[in-house]
């Protein structure tokens, strides 16, 4: 072999080997061009075609492309919401994991159509009573028979005494100890005055009566309050305390705060100022109430409106409906059985568990709000929300605010701070309350059988069964039936008695 055709052997192999070498050079700047280029598109699209067909671009987002590729290779994408739609099972799934309704987990509250459904049978078994009512007895209500239950003779009418005992409180200036003995005097006289007017004058009906005392209660515990917290701004004013509570340490009797007028101590003894707490829907005394910026004139006639209505329909309902059932259960329970008691009871609870509440809600809504907004009385807070009640206590500290806050201030406190212990003070005070029970109940019936008294007092054993093994809804529930047979019971063992004293000897 000459020189030349070694030349020409090492050309070929020389062409061979770069033409080997190109492809793999290609193939290194491809990748490097494809690494540049997709490091930019993290951060904006490559065209605005691209980036209007596919706006998913970025490198933590899905491309579409894939995801069909796998959905035709059977790939499931890493969404959770992806369902294949040619699984058979995920289409025809009507069913996943839940609880029922009526189950405590499900957490589901909205009941309003089954309490619709309490309301709507509750007045269709109360109209089959009425009918059924009105079949027997007839149209019984007579308004002219309401007002003789108040009074007989109106020389007699014992409610004339009132405004002695208010203005009495208020005359001449004493020391410390004949001020006290003169309350004290003025408060025993109001307690037992009425009672004596009421149990000696035969004119007094039972319905006058207990209108009468009521109205002197209200003003003894009134008077109470005055007298107590006269007493505190007293003692504090010669201590020469500097924080005192609403308003009282101020330089001058009388003062404007913040455009306010306010009253001090000792400016606030004026007529003009304890009758206005007279006539107050409270029985707590403050010297500067909280009022209102003005009345409110269509505020005033709903209340006034609502307040002639339910007397009506109160009245109407005790004629035409209580009235005959206690006519019908004045008999000696001892001729009676077990079963016939409680069919009376039962008979009896309907009605005057109804008459109640709408007692509740004339009195505490309709006419204390009436009162406050012509006073311009800014506390509203007569009654808080007692139907939730699971608890005996908590019904009692709420469904009549006005006497729980009195109790509170002027006996329950004042009995801790001497030394006496929680359950004793709480015993007091029911004892209290059960004594003006019995007082406003047997004194215009002119009889003593302690059956107000002794149910109240009953309460505490009460109170302390459903707070002890009794909570939430049957807490609830012992505590409403508590008010509607409680009640009703009591009624029908005064009518029994009243019946035994009056009657039993006429029917002999």
Known sequence: MDGQSVQESLAELLTWRQALEKPAETITRKRRSTLSSAKGSSFQPLSDSHAAASPRTSLGDPNPEDESR????????????????????????????????LSSSSGYSNYRGVLNWCVVMLVLSNARLFLENLLKYGVLVDPVQVVSLFLKDPYSWPAACLFFFVSFSMQGSFSERVGFLVHFVNLAVM????????LVLPSVTPVGGAFALGIYTILFLKLYSYKDVNLWCRELSTVKARKLVRSVSCPTPHHFHRGEHKVCYPGNLTI?????????????????????????MSFLLRRLFEMFFFIQV??????QWMIPIIQSSMKPLEDMDLSRMTERLLRLAVPNHLLWLMFFYWFFHSSMNFTAELLRFGDRQFYKDWWNSESVTYF??????????????????????????????????????????????????RMFRLWAFTGMMAQLPLAWF?????????????????IIIGQPFAVLMYVHDYYVMHHKQEDV
């Not at 059977?74 to 919401?81: A, I, L, S």
């Not at 459903?466 to 508590?482: D, E, M, T």
């Open 466 to 482: 459903v707070g002890r093994f009794l909570r939430g809804n049957y807490g609830n529930a012992a505590v409403w039936i508590s």
């Open 314 to 319: 109160l009245v109407g309902l005790t004629q």
């Open 272 to 296: 003009r100022d304890m009758y206005y707490f007279v006539f107050a829907p409270t029985l707590c005394y403050e010297l500067n109430f909280p009022r209102s910026p003005e009345i409110r």
């Open 191 to 198: 307690l037992t005055f009425p009672p004596a007017v009421v």
């Open 70 to 101: 796998d959905r035709r290779e059977g790939n499931k994408p890493k969404g959770d919401k992806w369902r294949p739609k040619n699984d058979i099972s995920a289409r025809l799934s009507c069913h996943k994991t839940q609880q029922s309704l």
């Open 396 to 445: 009692w500290q709420n469904w009549n605010i006005p006497v729980h806050k009195w109790c509170l201030r002027h006996f329950y406190k004042p009995l801790l701070r001497k030394g006496f212990s929680k359950i004793a003070s709480q015993s007091a005070v029911f004892f209290l309350s059960a004594f003006f029970h019995e007082y406003l109940v047997s004194v215009p019936l």
